[in-house]
């Protein structure tokens, strides 16, 4: 199993307590010599750079729920400002453009560090679109959009925001009902990544238990967690979230 996971793109292996438990794992039991940990290194940044240059040529089916949303929101006021947590080099930005009903708002793409200074300096960055490294230095976030991104990040909170948003958009969330929330690890080719899987009532209670309510919730076919060894931890599906603060 572990042979399989160090040489096949877009596996999972293991059940861990933490971040650190699951990196130690890596370097107990890997045999090469020289690995990435994350994102954020440039042979990622590369890698997310091509891999964002193929996909934006078609919208994915997991857009479409944030775009339906995102619309509905932007339709209730304008000059809204957006943070889109992990959107790399603004493939949903530059997607959401081809369905908007109008452009009166401001994106930022939180990202890792590596991903960042490579798009600043390929001329990524507008008047509408901006690229930044640390969301709490951020002094007002509308809407966050956070699609396939916030499971790898160790520690991420709403509550480090300034001001929170008045609108969370989740998608692609590893939610499951039968276990507790715990670390998994995924080969990403150019790093190993741990990620968290959520256990799904503790994150919803989570968000609501700091002034959110949840408006809807959808199921995404295309993303899984497959864990082997662990069928009840795997996630089959992913899963779509939208809250909304309660004023």
Sequence with gaps: MIDKFYNTHGSFYGKFRNFHEATSFLKQTSSKKDYNIGYNNKVSALRVYQRCKEISKNTSPTEYPLFLWLNKILQTEKELSILDVGGAFGLHYYNFIKYALHYKFH??????????????????????????????????????????????????????????????????????????????????????????????????????????????????????????????????????LYFRAIV
């Design 107 to 240: 994106w930022t793409i939180y990202d890792v560090e590596s991903i960042v200074d490579y798009a600043n300096m390929n001329g990524y960055k507008t008047e509408q679109l901006n690229f930044i490294n640390n969301y709490r230095e951020i002094d007002k976030i509308d809407i966050l959009i956070a699609s396939g991104s916030i499971q790898y990040i160790e520690e991420f909170s709403i509550n480090d925001f300034k001001n929170k948003p008045r609108h969370l958009l989740f998608e692609r969330l590893p939610l499951n009902e039968k276990c507790e929330t715990f670390v998994t690890l995924q080969n990403a080719t150019s790093s190993f990544n741990p990620q968290y899987v959520y256990n799904k009532n503790e994150f919803i209670s989570t968000i609501k238990n700091i002034g959110y309510e949840l408006v809807e919730e959808w199921k995404n076919y295309y993303d899984s967690c497959r864990i082997p060894e662990y069928p009840n931890e795997s996630c089959y599906t992913y899963t779509g």
